[in-house]
């Protein structure tokens, strides 16, 4: 299991050295969650702060997009070189061309589903993505409580991704422990994002390994 640490949870009076602290603890990845305060009631981070995320880290930024306008978005975080963006389908008219948008700026493109979003219906798009993100607390906050619904969800995603041959892989987000990160692993999940069960540890070296199972 990967491990994306949710900077949302971070101390931002020192975020750099937050940043720092979860890529010498070990994390996979770093999650960074933009909000508009339109598609979700919150309002985080802009190109200017994930610029100085991107500088103090030493693993590939994770962006998860949570806003109204994707394709202005992604041209605003697209210079930063991200590993992902990933952007949610229920805010989307045009996925396919969005996702073809993001590839070609050299980008691995990702959707993102909400809790009442069917994984079924990426059928005609999965062999187009190189991950999908399974909400499992509803976008807008960290210290959510975990919805357990996903778990089947991502256990059908993983059908899916077999069935048609796929190479997507599946991340969630929100509400992740050491408690119900064995349910995901056996599920198919490849990545699990944590925002304040690694920043609310005393150790987010010991808490990030304790996900990576
Ligand atoms: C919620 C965000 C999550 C959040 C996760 O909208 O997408 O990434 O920060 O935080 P926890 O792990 O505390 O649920
Ligand atoms: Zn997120």
Redesign the pocket.
């Known amino acids: 299991m990967q491990v994306a640490p ?4 971070a101390d931002f009076g020192k975020l750099a050295q937050e940043v720092k602290a979860i890529c010498d603890g070990g994390c996979d990845l770093v ?1 960074v ?1 933009v ?1 508009d305060g339109h598609f ?1 009631p ?1 309002l985080t981070i802009g190109p200017v702060v994930v610029k100085s995320v991107a500088k103090a880290s030493t693993k590939p930024l994770d962006v ?1 997009l ?1 806003v109204e306008n994707n394709t202005f978005f992604v041209d605003l975080f697209a210079p930063l070189k991200p590993k992902y963006i990933s952007f949610h389908i229920e805010e989307e008219k045009h996925p396919h061309r969005l996702i073809q948008k993001i590839r070609d700026l050299g980008i691995s493109p990702a959707i ?1 589903l909400n809790p009442h979003s069917r994984s079924e219906d990426l059928e005609y798009i999965i062999n187009d993505l190189d991950m999908v993100l399974l ?10 409580k ?1 919805i357990p619904s996903v778990v089947e969800k991502a256990a059908r995603l993983k059908d899916l991704i077999l069935r048609k041959n796929a190479s997507a892989l599946i991340e969630v ?5 050491d408690k119900n990160v064995h349910e995901l692993k056996n599920a198919g999940v490849d990545i699990v ?8 540890s005393d150790d987010y070296s010991k808490a990030i390994k304790s996900l990576q199972i």
């Open positions: 949710s900077i949302l949870s999650h969650d909000m979700v919150n998860h949570m993102v909400m499992s607390v509803n976008p807008g906050f960290g210290g959510q975990f987000d929100g509400g992740v422990n994002v944590a925002g304040s069960y690694v920043y609310g």
